[in-house]
């Protein structure tokens, strides 16, 4: 088929698209994804919640991704980055877990909108200061199989799905497994979070070679003690991954330091 049939055909399909398009906006009007409120298309946010977000940009510490409320220069460590060395390389996160924030991961995460995961994602990619683009492959956080079939899905895994399919990387859904049930963390202290997620992970049987020598992005939704994605970053290490980015969509912050 010549270039114009292929024009043509995509022009049919544009038009067959358009109607269904207009019946999906009206028995679902397009709504701001944090509040809910008439907006003018879908997965968007209404001028008063974006004036809400707080993105996290520079000057932040190279390691640990807080944020400075003034620019030290480049490549200036946070104390705690000096102080005690994650097991990962990097962290980075795309905004502060506030209100609107926590509504958007509350929504993916217990309201089932995995239509939220595509914009989600292209925040994360934005915030990932390059590394997506360098890495090798992306791998989310795993659920353990019992929680997964309460769950019906992992959000960590959407995230992830959607920011390979943006970026054009590879996915590693099935590498890093959670082998051993843990209780939720919420509610839990820095120290009881650290014991509750202790060899919670390992790598798949035959599946080591995804991972030895590789730059890997590790994806979770939410960052706040990093308990988890350090223990996840710990197996990943023992395995011979090269270089870990923790990626994350969002994290509780108070302020800038």
């Known amino acids: 088929m010549g270039l114009r049939g292929w024009q043509g055909l995509a022009g049919i399909d544009r038009a067959l698209r358009r109607p269904l398009s207009a019946m999906v906006d009206l028995i679902y009007p ?5 509040c809910g409120v008439s907006t003018g298309q879908h997965r968007g946010v209404c001028p008063k919640c974006w004036s809400a977000l707080r993105f996290i940009e520079r000057p932040y510490c190279e390691v640990l ?6 620019d030290l220069g480049p490549g200036i460590l946070s104390a705690a980055a000096i102080a005690d060395p994650p097991p990962f390389d990097r962290l980075r996160t795309a ?18 909108r995995t239509d939220l995961a ?3 994602a292209a925040w994360m990619l934005r915030a990932s200061d390059g590394a997506v683009e360098r890495c090798d492959a992306i791998l989310p956080v795993p659920l353990h199989r019992t929680r997964i079939l309460s769950r019906r899905f992992n959000q960590a895994a959407e995230l992830a799905r959607h920011m390979a399919k943006q970026a054009g990387r590879p996915l590693l859904s099935a590498t890093l497994l959670r082998v ?12 009881a979070r650290q014991e509750n997620v202790r060899g919670a992970f390992a790598i798949a049987k035959g599946r080591e070679g995804d991972v ?3 730059r890997l992005v590790l994806v979770d939704d939410v960052y706040t003690t990093g308990a988890t994605v350090a223990a996840a970053a710990k197996v990943l290490r023992r395995a ?6 923790v990626l994350t969509f969002a994290r509780a912050l108070s302020e800038t330091i």
């Open 240 to 245: 011979g991954a090269a270089d870990i980015t």
């Open 95 to 112: 905004a502060f877990h506030d209100e609107a924030v926590r509504n958007l991961v509350h929504g993916l995460k217990y309201r089932d």
């Open 180 to 191: 051993r049930r843990t209780r939720q963390q919420v509610g839990l202290g820095a120290k």
């Open 30 to 34: 397009p709504a701001c994804a944090v």
């Open 212 to 214: 030895f020598g590789k």
């Open 118 to 120: 595509p914009m989600m």
């Open 65 to 70: 991704g807080i944020p400075f409320s003034h």
